[in-house]
């Protein structure tokens, strides 16, 4: 597993860049590559923005031995999110104020979910299956 | 901090976007632009980003509100070098890009903003035929 601690910019460029490399070695396609490290992007870039710290560890997973995939956590100890019903809804945040691409690193990813207590911090969890 | 380069041709700027862009060279990149439209009065900027592997929201925010900030000096925008997986992943993270003007390549940005390449050929004319006028 790739823990990377997410302090500054270069931090983000070096996760997404992490996942895209590990997706290529698991032989994804060009495609789901993409999308991995543009949800990884995303979802980096969120505990950079809110979090004063944060990881993201990086995990190729296998499940029954034959399906390949790869797990994100984005583990912040940031302020946390009062209310993840209305940050996972669409129009709620990317294009116009800042960040919280939210549902839209849901729909790059296979599987999402989502933890956060207000003041202790969040934690996301995706996968993308090869 | 990479090199921004603004590259000039005739009423014509170029832009390209460098992968792994900050926050901080997105705006001297967005400063540049402006500043070499002020000075050469361009009326068209080409902004290519052939070399963005990811457009996450970030980036496409850089694209965008770079784009708006010509077209508010009065240019037209147009944006080179989308790839395909980059364009689908756009629009799945939900970005739609609305205002912004695309060319499939340099050629056909070119002949969207009404240029064409043209070759001419270069006459080069003997010192005499020059003076000739002159003789009488």
Known sequence: ?130 | MKYIQVLKLGPILFLTIPENLNDALAQSLEEALLEQQALTKADAIVIDISSLEIIDSFMARVISETANASSLMDAKVIIVGMSPVATITLLELGMRMEHIETALDLEAALDKLGYALVKTKKTIHPLDSLTEPNKK
């Open chain 1, 1 to 130: 597993m790739i823990s990377i601690n997410i302090v500054d910019e270069d931090d983000i460029i070096y996760a997404r860049s992490e996942a895209r490399r590990v997706a290529e070695e698991k032989g994804f396609s060009l495609m789901n590559k993409t999308r991995l490290a543009t949800a990884v992007s995303e979802l980096a870039r969120n505990i950079y923005r809110y979090a004063d710290d944060g990881m993201v560890q990086i995990e190729p997973i296998s499940e029954d031995g034959v399906k390949v995939g790869i797990r994100c956590r984005f583990i912040d100890n940031g302020p946390g999110i009062k209310d993840i019903h209305q940050v996972m809804t669409d129009g709620f945040s990317t294009e116009k104020s800042l960040g919280y691409g939210l549902p839209g690193a849901k729909r790059l990813s296979d599987e999402f979910s989502i933890s956060s207590e207000v003041g202790k911090g969040t934690s996301i969890e995706i996968i993308k299956w090869k």
